[in-house]
């Protein structure tokens, strides 16, 4: 495998990207590079063969093939080949690692790095960023709207007096980190595909290609490849949060106004059920996901990172928020409404502005777009073979 990697080009050789790595978690510590684990695995093919191939690279400190690499992003966390290998190295933790490794690689703010390594950075970020918005929430009031601070504290508001300024900051809350988000998939894209100069890749591979990437972020069509009902009731588990969340998103960013609102509707119009149905999602997958983190880390073989649960954590205090405003609301406590409401800006904008373009969030984004340009390769190599035959012949 080097040997065929060294005769395309010169590789540099880290011999401290190992030690590197395991800031970010559990890596291969006594990985015999049998193979075991790629063979018991169901998604490896001939061109990805994990977990083994990244994980060598980065054991070799073969760190420009690892940053190439996309094979990490391919891996569906299903654990056989932990279950499987017979030297205990746990490779389904090292491909975690390696999946937070290459994240951070991707953020050219450093910001992801300090997220996924530090126990402070992981719990102090969310926490400063909520701090921030109380803080805005009271210069708002105190500052712009000229609102004594005995009024402030015991006078319940509506929501309609700060719409205009509601709707931009909430379009920033969304938009900005998904920008962030947008850039570092481009580094991304870089990675994997700007050092490939004896792959010939045709743009209309990228056109040809370009639902990959929607129907597995859509159905996780690769996670259905896993055998056994556990993980067909993770991917259903998957896109009950994934759905939710989506549902949500569309709510806030296209349609605030309608969705937050004084106004007092009946059960069954739309901007109630619609809620009901986005929080009851995002509620399920938070808590599943926390009661896998919480039984994972009773395992003595299982291992999990402070920055695993801020996503879960974050998703569902946002949830649980935004639900209680409304019920206060419908229930005529307007002050504890108003109090609910503070609470829930100050949990929702850390989950946009730092699990978005920094955390585990950005894993949404990174997971179909390595599916989509790993096709793209694959293909582009198999019509490489074919037209480099066809010109033998």
Not at 89 to 108: F, G, H, I, N, V
Not at 342 to 363: N, R, W, Y
Request: with cysteine; net charge positive.
């Amino acid at each position: 495998m080097i040997g065929q990697l060294s005769a395309c080009r010169e590789v540099s050789v880290h011999p401290s990207l190992s030690g590197e790595i395991r800031k970010f978690g559990k890596f291969g510590e006594v990985c015999y590079s049998c193979g075991t684990c790629t063979l018991s695995c169901d998604l490896t093919t001939d061109s990805a063969p994990f977990p083994r191939r990244p994980v060598q690279y980065a054991i070799l400190g073969l760190k420009e093939p690892l940053l190439e690499s996309l094979e990490p992003w391919l891996c569906q966390d299903c654990g056989d080949c932990s279950t499987k290998c017979p030297q205990k190295a746990e490779p389904k933790e090292s491909m975690a690692t390696l999946r937070r490794y290459l994240a951070a690689q991707y953020d050219w703010t450093g910001l992801s790095a300090r997220i996924y390594t530090s126990k402070g950075w992981a719990i102090g970020a969310p926490v400063f960023s909520g701090f921030l918005v109380v803080l805005l929430v009271a210069v708002y009031h105190l500052r712009y709207a000229g609102m004594p601070i005995s009024e402030l504290v015991t006078t319940s508001m509506g929501l309609e007096h700060m719409f205009g300024k509601i709707t931009w900051f909430t379009l920033a809350v969304i938009f900005l980190p998904l920008a962030v988000l947008l850039s570092n998939a481009v580094r991304m894209y870089r990675f994997a595909m700007g050092r490939e100069p004896a792959l010939k890749i045709p743009l209309s591979l990228y056109f040809s290609e370009a639902g990959t990437a929607l129907r597995y972020a859509v159905t996780q069509d690769r996670s259905g490849k896993c055998q056994g009902r556990p993980y067909e009731m993770r991917r259903i588990k998957h896109w009950f949060l994934i759905a939710g969340m989506v549902l949500m998103f569309v709510l806030i960013a296209f349609f605030l106004r309608f969705f937050q609102t004084d106004a007092i509707y009946p059960l069954y119009h739309p901007q109630r059920w619609l809620g009901y149905i986005a929080t009851a999602f995002l509620v399920f997958g938070a808590v599943d996901i926390l009661a896998g983190r919480i039984k994972k880390r009773e395992k003595i073989h299982e291992h999990s990172e402070p920055s695993d649960y801020s996503l879960p954590v974050l998703i569902l205090l946002t949830a649980v928020s935004g639900i209680a405003v409304h019920v206060l609301r419908y229930s005529g406590l307007g002050l504890a409404a108003h109090y609910a409401y503070l609470i829930h800006l100050s949990v929702a904008v850390p989950l946009m502005v730092v699990e978005v373009p920094f955390g585990k969030l950005s894993h949404v984004m990174y997971r179909p777009l390595a599916v989509f340009l790993q096709e793209v390769k694959d293909r582009a190599a198999s019509l490489q073979v074919r037209e480099e035959k066809r010109e033998a012949a």
